[in-house]
């Protein structure tokens, strides 16, 4: 799944080719949205905010998430689409280019000022203006007993990491994985630590993943094969949307608490 360094570029790119133009052709192949014509409306701002991309016109907002396999990418007007077309679910056109969103996992528009309804449940935006550490902290620390690799997935917690990232930002900090909130030696670092991985990805990439993946490969730190297993998302209130993903840590390094 892309992470939020991935959003952060793509909103980039589709800013460069959207702002400041007014829509030709507006194509929502969704269902619910079918009958939505923005011809005529000019972009004013594409952002994101963790995950989540919006594609801004004066009086809507067009919400979008990638989820697993979801993908934009801009075309000049007349090239030949470099994905197949049937998997197309939203175009944008202007005089100049098509913004073409590929196998979207989500696609939504409401009015302006509703937007922050789709966002306030999230945590801090670790790629946005307002970062604010003090409050993912406050949110990480609400279940103490919850594991830290499950904590950093969940974007109520803080908005943008994935489950590469949270692997990384571990081996970073040398924290196993399934280390419990409370239990974390220096949690303000690792939260820094976290805004920092993210920050790096987003503006000098590509970033060269030192665990992620690279099971029985040796640890870039000590040369211990690297590990991985499951970890299951501990929740206490969420157990219906339990689920377990791959974690990848050294065993040296990061000790199994």
């Known amino acids: 799944m892309p992470e939020g360094d991935t959003v952060f570029r793509t909103a980039e790119r589709l800013r ?8 030709t052709r507006s194509d929502f192949r969704v269902p619910r949205y079918a009958t939505v014509d923005l011809v005529g409306e000019p972009v004013t701002e594409v952002g994101s905010y963790g995950k989540h991309l919006f594609i801004r016109t004066e009086r809507f907002s067009i919400h979008t998430h990638l989820e697993m396999e979801g993908e934009w990418r801009v075309f000049h007007c007349g090239q030949r689409w470099t994905k197949p077309r049937v ?3 939203l175009v944008l056109a202007n005089d100049e280019v098509e913004a073409v969103g590929f196998a979207l996992g989500k696609v939504e528009v409401v009015p302006s000022a509703d937007e922050h309804t789709l966002i306030d449940h999230l945590g801090p935006d670790l790629l946005g203006p307002n970062w604010d550490p003090t409050e ?14 499950a904590a950093l997935l969940d974007q109520r917690n803080l908005a943008g990491i994935g489950n590469i990232y949270r692997s990384e930002i571990c081996f970073l900090r040398r ?10 030696p220096d949690l303000p ?14 503006h000098q990439p590509p970033w060269r993943p030192m665990v992620y993946g690279r099971t029985r490969r040796p640890c870039p730190r000590c040369g211990t ?4 297993r499951l970890l299951d998302d501990d929740h206490p209130t969420d157990r219906i949307t339990q689920r377990e993903r791959g974690i990848y840590f050294c065993p040296r390094c990061q ?3």
């Open 16 to 23: 460069t080719a959207l702002v400041g133009k007014t829509l």
């Open 87 to 89: 998997t197309a679910r």
């Open 255 to 257: 000790p199994d608490p």
């Open 189 to 202: 670092a690792l939260i820094d630590e976290s805004h920092r991985v993210l920050n790096k990805a987003a």
């Open 136 to 149: 993912a902290h406050r949110r990480l620390t609400e279940y103490p007993r919850r594991t830290i690799g």
């Open 225 to 228: 094969a690297i590990a991985s």
């Open 175 to 184: 924290v196993h994985p399934a280390t419990p909130v409370a239990d974390i």
